[in-house]
């Protein structure tokens, strides 16, 4: 039996090589998606060439409704969760004093709330399983600042990130569950490629 890895913002970006790295390893795969895309159905294709199955499930990461659904879709059509992913994430660019409340929240809910709201359902089932492996992707902005461009929200969920990991992994360490966090750097994708364009950053860079 396969091995099966979650990976959530799979459709894009970082999530989606992450998923086709998996595949690639003999993974069967679960992609998480927040929204109907065009690259949903190619992504699916590009994994099932490995002779893996791939099952999308919908929802929103910072809903913990729609965590709990989609874990248990996993559930039923693998029966276990092997690997966790947590790469779903978005960013609002903006200087402390320009920055809506709105705005923060957003953020702070999808890219940390997101982690919670995952890992709450599927560590019992890992707990289960005697085993487990949790990779949370933050950002090297959840480590330093940025004087050329300041994300404020961004760089707190990274941060909050970096620290809720370190609580977890010691909490699940003797559950034979590990969890690691990754901090990128630079290198374009949708999500980062308006702020990589940006005047202010060329200039910082």
């Given at each position: ?50 002779n ?20 248990k ?11 966790l992913v ?59 600042g ?6 404020v ?14 609580a ?38």
């Amino acid at each position: 039996m396969n091995k099966v890895a979650l990976v959530t913002g799979a459709t894009r970006g970082i999530g989606k090589q992450i998923a086709l790295t998996f595949a690639e390893n003999g993974y069967d795969v679960a992609i998480n998606y927040r929204k109907e895309n065009e690259e949903l159905e190619n992504i699916k294709k590009e994994i099932e060439v490995n002779n893996v199955k791939c099952l999308a499930v919908q929802g929103d990461v910072s809903s913990f409704e729609d965590c709990e659904r989609f874990v248990k879709e996993i559930i039923e059509e693998y029966g276990k969760i092997d690997v966790l992913v947590n790469n779903a994430g978005i960013t609002r660019d903006g200087l402390l004093m320009r920055m809506s409340e709105e705005d923060f929240d957003s953020v702070i809910d999808v890219n940390l709330k997101g982690v919670f709201c995952t890992m709450k359902n599927i560590v019992p089932i890992m707990m289960k399983q005697k085993s487990g492996r949790i990779i949370n992707i933050s950002s090297m902005y959840g480590l330093v600042g940025n004087t050329a461009i300041s994300t404020v929200a961004y760089h707190s969920s990274k941060g909050g990130v970096v620290n809720f990991t370190r609580a977890v992994a010691a909490e699940l360490a003797k559950y034979n569950i590990t969890c690691n966090a990754i901090c990128p750097g630079y290198f374009e994708t949708e999500l980062t490629k308006p702020v990589l364009d940006t005047k202010e950053f060329q200039e910082y860079m």
